[in-house]
């Protein structure tokens, strides 16, 4: 199986679970999304990247004149367009396909959204420059994501455990890496926000299906994990921790 089917099987069987999540439902970046296009022009076209269940798309909406929710699972895709339907968005349309190759033509989008799915993405540089071409001169991206950590320790604990959970993790890419990954497919680009995210373990296993066996080694590597790991995720005695997001906003370069 390609990573894009595994991404794709991964979360089509999922979907219902991420609409109702409230870790994914709800937050202060979702806040931020939402009065962001309250404040540009009604007419803007936004595109959201691995939109999920479609939650920045929600926030989105309201504000503007189209957002395409785009996304490689196509059960997803069906549950966007039943929510949709259901909160009255009808400027919400639905389009498959892998962030790597947009099927849609140059100078598009007035913006790229995306929020928690970067991390899933076979070629995170690919998907940029197709975000380049896509958006109009002076277009605009905000990307919400887990972030990667500086020190190599903590990094590749957190990498290892979200990969255990989730077979189609690929990596949650450090700040300075995305502003590299940004500057080089043409957009001035700066981390705005930066948060950490609680997560209660039974809910965060369950929610993506992880098989038993590497939930086991999950705790496993949690109690075996040296002490300045543990108290830097905040790892409870049920293996409840937090998780460091960010804000990337960009601006494409003319």
């Known amino acids: 199986m390609k990573h894009h089917d595994q991404v794709a099987d991964a979360f089509g069987s ?15 970046d979702l806040q931020n999304l939402s009065a962001t296009f309250a404040a540009t022009c009604g007419n803007a076209l936004v595109l959201d990247m691995g939109c999920g269940a479609g939650h920045a798309s929600f926030a989105a909406a309201p504000h503007v004149k189209e ?29 498959q396909g892998a962030a790597e190759t947009l099927p849609f033509d140059d100078t598009s989008f007035n913006w790229a959204i995306s929020r928690m799915s970067a991390h899933h993405w076979r070629d995170v540089p690919a998907a940029l420059r197709e975000v380049h071409r896509v958006l109009k001169p ?8 887990i972030a990667g950590i500086d020190d190599p320790l903590y990094d590749v604990h957190i990498q290892a455990i979200e990969l255990l959970r989730d077979a189609s993790h690929i990596r949650d890419y450090r700040p300075d890496e995305w502003i590299a990954m940004f500057d080089a497919a043409g957009f001035d680009a700066q981390i705005t926000e930066r948060w950490r995210i609680p997560l209660e ?24 994990a040296p002490d300045e790991v543990r108290q830097y995720f905040a790892v409870q005695p049920d293996f409840s921790f937090e998780l460091d997001a960010m804000m990337i906003e960009a601006k494409r370069r003319d």
């Open 67 to 95: 957002v395409v929710a785009y996304d490689i699972a196509p059960q997803m895709l069906e549950t966007v367009d039943t929510a949709a339907r259901e909160r009255g968005l009808t400027s919400i349309r639905t389009q």
């Open 138 to 145: 002076g277009g605009r991206v905000k990307f919400i994501d």
């Open 201 to 224: 373990f039974d809910a965060w296993v369950t929610r993506m299906r992880t098989p038993p066996e590497r939930v086991t080694a999950i705790r496993s590597m949690w109690e075996r």
């Open 14 to 28: 999922t979907a219902a679970a991420y609409l109702t999540s409230a870790v994914h439902a709800s937050g202060a």
